[in-house]
Every structure is written in C-alpha cells, then in structure tokens.
T-cell receptor, first 112, second 112 residues
Framework: SQQGEEDPQALSIQEGENATMNCSYK?????LQWYRQNSGRGLVHLILIRSNEREKHSGRLRVTLDTSKKSSSLLITASRAADTASYFCATDFNQAGTALIFGKGTTLSVSS | DGGITQSPKYLFRKEGQNVTLSCEQNLNHDAMYWYRQDPGQGLRLIYY???????QKGDIAEGYSVSREKKESFPLTVTSAQKNPTAFYLC???????????FGSGTRLTVV
C-alpha cells in the first residue's frame, strides 16, 4: 500500500536555483517525514513535521504541510551539486499504524 | 558511534537457495523494520518488529522470514519461495513506530 506520492518523479536544476518537491497522501496522519537517499545508499532523515504544524525549517530546507489538502512540500533553497539525491516523504500510518509508509520519491539532479 | 549495520553489502543467490541478510543496531531502539526497494517502486515494507520476540508481516512478506531474538538484531531470510528476490534491501530502526527512522546502508541481492 503506497500512502505518499511525490511529484515530480524527476527534477533537474542548476546550482543556486530552488528545488520544490511535493507529496500527497491519502489518510489522516500524525506526522510526515522527509528523507534523502544518495545513490546506492541508505536513507537519511531530513525533517519531521507534525499534523498540527504548518511549516518547519532546517537550514536550507523548508517543509510545509496542508492537512486539508493532504499534501506537503519540501523546498531546498540555493541548491548545490551535493543536493543531488532522491527525496522521499513518509507518513506514519500503515494499515496497522505501526510503520512508516514511503512514497516513490523524487530524483533531484543539480548541475554545476 | 551509535548506528545500524547491514551485511553483506552485496549478496548473490543461486536459484532455490535461502540467504540471510544481517541487521544489527546499537541505538537501543525497540522497533526494527525491513524494506525492499526496486527501481521506480520506492520502499515497500516486508516485516517489522516493535519488540523482542514479536514481529508482524508488512505488505510484501511472502517468501521472506525474520526473527527477533535480541533487541539489537533483526535478520531477514530470503527463501526460495521468493520468486523475484533481486532488489536493494534496507533495514531501519526507531524508538517507536512514528519516530525518526535510522537506516542501514543496504544490501544489494542479486539472483545468479
């Protein structure tokens, strides 16, 4: 069961530009998380936003959450080549409510 | 340093053979998880365990088995019943099902 779905599937930008990725989900959540994965590696946690929060910042990352639209966005400002990776959203509700469910991810490519 | 270790990094399986993927964590996390990642499919949940000596099936448990005899360890066996096992396998742990997940670096399994 795929709860979150990222959009776009792939994004190519130049260094210095901003990158925006979106995530839509289907059911009510307690929190939503964003993770990053470099090619062939494990996922690394970026940010967690709770259902009663609307916006959260961490360095160059800005995450918003709109529970009425069941959607979230991840903004990376002033992108760098090192930001090249896949980005996944994850929601905290599977059928049993006991494991994160991940979307298919957005692959970001930042060229210098 | 606390972390989660998966081994081996690469694994080759012959037809009809069972293989076991190792996952060990020293983060004192109660919960552990196994995900499978195929290109374009995102992460799919295989099994999860919230506590020692207890584990539950995820969305794609058929052809896999696990054990949780120790808090630190959650090995995954890919059995001969799994007809398409070639994939990237990720193990994760967390203090609770809705918390931040820490991932291992993954095991890439290939059928030869």
């Amino acid at each position: 069961s795929q709860q979150g779905e990222e959009d776009p599937q792939a994004l190519s930008i130049q260094e210095g530009e901003n990158a925006t990725m979106n995530c839509s989900y289907k059911t009510s959540i307690n929190n939503l998380q964003w993770y990053r994965q470099n090619s062939g590696r494990g996922l690394v946690h970026l940010i967690l936003i709770r259902s009663n929060e609307r916006e959260k910042h961490s360095g160059r990352l800005r995450v918003t959450l709109d529970t009425s639209k069941k959607s979230s966005s991840l903004l990376i400002t002033a992108s760098r080549a090192a930001d090249t990776a896949s980005y996944f959203c994850a929601t905290d509700f599977n059928q049993a409510g006991t494991a994160l469910i991940f979307g298919k991810g957005t692959t970001l490519s930042v060229s210098s | 340093d606390g972390g989660i270790t998966q081994s081996p990094k690469y694994l080759f399986r012959k037809e009809g053979q069972n293989v076991t993927l190792s996952c060990e964590q020293n983060l004192n996390h109660d919960a552990m998880y196994w995900y499978r990642q195929d290109p374009g499919q995102g992460l799919r949940l295989i099994y999860y365990s919230q506590i020692v000596n207890d584990f539950q099936k995820g969305d794609i448990a058929e052809g896999y088995s696990v054990s949780r005899e120790k808090k630190e360890s959650f090995p995954l066996t890919v059995t001969s019943a799994q007809k398409n096992p070639t994939a990237f396998y990720l193990c994760a742990s967390s203090s609770g099902p809705r918390g931040v997940y820490t991932f291992g670096s993954g095991t890439r399994l290939t059928v030869v």
